[in-house]
């Protein structure tokens, strides 16, 4: 394969969840961007229209499916969904969707718990499995990939679910990839750091906070959801094609420092 075809998604089909906007979106325009025809996925019809209408201006093909990942019920039918909108089982799987909750570990509420459990773990599992077991039984490749956090690997207050839920999302990745590797179905996770978009605006809305936050990157800067898109290409394409059961962390060099 010539190198410049390396990173290169043509011919693929993808899902991206939380496509309508921040991360989710920009990982949306970058996969198409490379090549996938893509479903766009998240509960905003208006903000998935706008999605794929980039898409579609930068001369790539993308579907809109409105849906709430919080009813797990309607998790299982998407990929049915997709499939019959893109005309085949999915090849890519990008898990994009997510929410937050900040409140102290001593108040926290049960039906916030609940809410950030699904939504970023047990509905990205659910859409996995099932898209998985697709690709099996197709005797297929395929690339899963996981966004994670940097509450994958460490603890930051006032966000006791969200911690659990991104833990846990990395030991899908490490237990999945275990699973499938023998069906050359890879199963990655990328961590961003402290990026701005819509779940951090009301953390960053505080100047002390905020500046906390960037003494404390070594890069001096947060990151923005377009540095998300090019890393995600990387881990669905086969310019990672002996990787699996890693996490990819885009940071500014938090971890590091």
């Known amino acids: 394969m010539p190198f410049t075809d390396t990173f290169s998604l043509e011919g693929k089909r993808a899902l991206v969840t939380g496509a309508g906007r921040g991360i989710g979106r920009s990982i949306a325009l970058a996969v198409a961007a490379a090549g996938a025809k893509t479903a766009l996925v ?12 980039r898409i579609e201006e930068q001369g790539g093909h993308a579907v809109v499916i409105a849906t709430d990942l919080s009813d797990q019920e309607k998790v299982g039918a998407l990929a049915d969904e997709a499939e019959s909108a893109l005309g085949g089982i999915i090849d890519i799987v990008v898990h994009c969707a997510g929410t937050q909750h900040r409140e102290a570990a001593v108040v926290f509420p049960f039906d916030a718990w609940e809410r950030v459990i699904q939504v970023n773990l047990t509905a990205p599992f659910v859409l996995s499995q099932e898209v998985g077991r697709r690709q099996i039984a197709a005797g297929m490749p395929g690339n899963h990939v996981f966004v994670c956090s940097l509450t994958s690997v460490l603890g930051l207050p006032n966000l006791i679910a969200y911690n659990a839920a991104k833990s846990g999302l990395m030991g899908v990745v490490r237990a999945l990839s275990c699973e499938w590797a023998g069906f050359g179905i890879r199963v990655n996770g990328v961590s961003p750091g402290y990026v701005e978009t819509e779940m951090t605006k009301e953390l960053f809305a505080d100047p002390s906070r905020r500046q906390q936050l960037l003494d404390r990157i070594p890069a001096g800067r947060f990151g923005t959801p377009e540095e998300l898109g090019a890393p995600t290409v990387f881990l669905a394409s086969s310019g990672s094609e002996y990787m699996t059961g890693q996490l990819l962390i885009i940071d500014g060099g938090w971890q590091g420092a």
């Open 42 to 53: 998240s509960r905003s019809v208006d903000q998935l229209t706008e999605t794929r209408t």
